[in-house]
């Protein structure tokens, strides 16, 4: 399994599971941290007829899915609940950023309220920090990066980006190092454009 830290222990219970999953009882537990791509594709494999897929867009479902088991699991209940969905269709349904998260949170139980449910544990201060980080403009960045986007020192910013990475919204990507995943940048960006001012929601630049 993924090694990410923080994420890998906590685990969610949403009260309604998304249509085409099996049965688990009256909530579904999920685990947020990420796979790595081999385990990514080797678990789509298991629950998908990957016959007359290519290697392509497996591993393209698994990038676009941010390699989150859950999020992997719902495309693959929605491509099986879709008789007439073939694996480029679903290929071409995750790669509209806009709709992204939208695809992998059917009926309000999925990704997005899986990110919301961390999020709404964060204090407001950590909250605001955590939405202008979707103005980084590559997935990894550093503490001083941070800094530039948010205003704090150094300290108190390395403090907040290792509370979100306890809370599974970041990933730890080396010494004085983080990463923003795609689909949780998603998640950053809609969270700034519905909370923060229009002032806030131009790039400040960063990376």
């Known amino acids: 399994m993924g090694s990410g830290r923080g994420a890998s222990q906590e685990v969610l219970r949403l009260p309604n599971r998304p249509p085409g999953l099996p049965p688990t009882g009256r909530a579904l537990r999920i685990g947020l941290a990420p796979f790595t791509a081999e385990e990514s594709a080797a678990f789509l494999r298991t629950i998908v007829d990957a ?3 290519s290697t392509q867009e497996i591993d393209a479902v698994s990038r676009l899915c941010g390699h989150l088991p859950l999020a992997l699991q719902i495309a693959a209940a929605r491509l099986d609940g879709r008789s007439g969905w073939s694996m480029t269709r679903l290929v071409e349904e995750l790669s509209d950023s806009d709709r992204r998260l939208a695809v992998l949170t059917p009926d309000g139980a ?3 309220a899986a990110f919301m449910m961390s999020y709404q544990q964060l204090p407001e201060p950590t909250r605001t920090v955590f939405r202008r980080l979707a103005h980084t403009t590559t997935a990894s960045f550093t503490i001083a990066t941070a800094t530039a986007l948010t205003q704090l020192g150094p300290h108190d910013a ?5 509370e979100l990475v306890d809370l599974g919204l970041l990933q730890p990507g080396g010494p004085e190092q983080y990463r923003l995943d795609d689909l949780i940048r998603l998640f950053a960006t809609a969270r700034l454009r519905a909370e923060e001012p229009p002032t806030e929601r131009t790039t400040r630049g960063g990376g």
Do not use: D
């Open 158 to 162: 390395e403090q907040v980006l290792e």
């Open 51 to 53: 016959e007359g897929c």
């Open 110 to 112: 999925g990704v997005e």
